[in-house]
């Protein structure tokens, strides 16, 4: 398998994105670090790899506390002796509200997990991989940080800023054997995409050419790609996985 002897963690792992990139990496015989700050999801997730033959082990992480993000790297070097890749996947959404109507707690909490996380995490595990020769790390951004979305202020300037936050650190240590990139889903049959209201969700799946959400599955094949030998030569790059959204 692609990923024998390999380690990675991944975060927000307890569900959606997270949980489906978990098991494919696990699937690809990874030993994975299933990061999340819900406890029950992430025991779950670990649980069902183990069912199906694979490694994993939980720890309970807020990717927005600085202490969380070094704390991930020390349990995966503790647990599995070693760290080669990261997929930063935690996130949050917000409600569907156009600008004047955010307060400043709202827009701070989705920075705060969905752009200071990454930041957090990638610093920590950029420190380690300095150290121990190279290593590899995900982001996930989304169509949202390539263009405008509606209602979605806060999250589209978080998601533009892991965007650019990626090609910046690819850029700065590609001569230290790390590569950095990012995944861009578009629409995503998420648990999170399904507690809209239905009716925002009908508006966003109305924005999806061929008329479906990605399943989480299909985006986390495209994470496992990025961290492969197969993608050696691919670092701050964006990798579109939204079935043509971006092209209306």
């Known amino acids: 398998m692609r990923f024998t002897d390999r380690v990675y963690v991944v975060t927000g792992a307890g569900s959606g994105i997270g949980e489906a990139a978990a098991k494919k990496l696990a699937a690809d015989d990874a030993s994975v670090i299933v990061a999340d700050f819900d406890t029950a999801g992430g025991e779950r997730v670990v649980q069902e790899i183990e069912a199906a033959g694979g490694k994993a082990a939980f720890v309970k992480v807020d990717v927005a506390q600085e202490a969380d993000a070094q704390t991930l790297v020390d349990f995966a070097v503790s647990t599995y002796g070693r760290l080669d ?124 050419p061929g008329g479906r959400p990605a399943e989480p599955e299909e985006i986390a094949n495209a994470m496992a790609w990025l961290l492969s030998d197969e993608a050696s030569f691919v670092s701050g790059e964006t990798l579109l996985v939204d079935a043509a959204q971006s092209q209306k």
């Open 85 to 208: 890749g990261a997929v930063n996947n935690a996130g949050v959404g917000q409600p569907v509200q156009r600008i004047h109507e955010m307060d400043t707690a709202a827009w701070d909490r989705i920075h705060s997990v969905d752009l200071r996380g990454v930041f957090l995490c990638m610093r920590a595990q950029l420190v380690h991989f300095l150290a121990n020769g190279g290593g590899v790390i995900v982001n996930t951004a989304s169509g949202a940080g390539l263009k405008a979305a509606p209602g979605q202020g806060s999250y589209v300037a978080a998601k533009h800023g892991v965007i650019g936050l990626t090609k910046q650190a690819a850029i700065e240590y590609v001569t230290d054997n790390i590569r950095v990139n990012a995944v861009a889903p578009g629409l995503v049959a998420t648990p999170q995409f399904r507690s809209y209201p239905q009716a925002d969700q009908e508006m966003y799946a109305a924005m999806q």
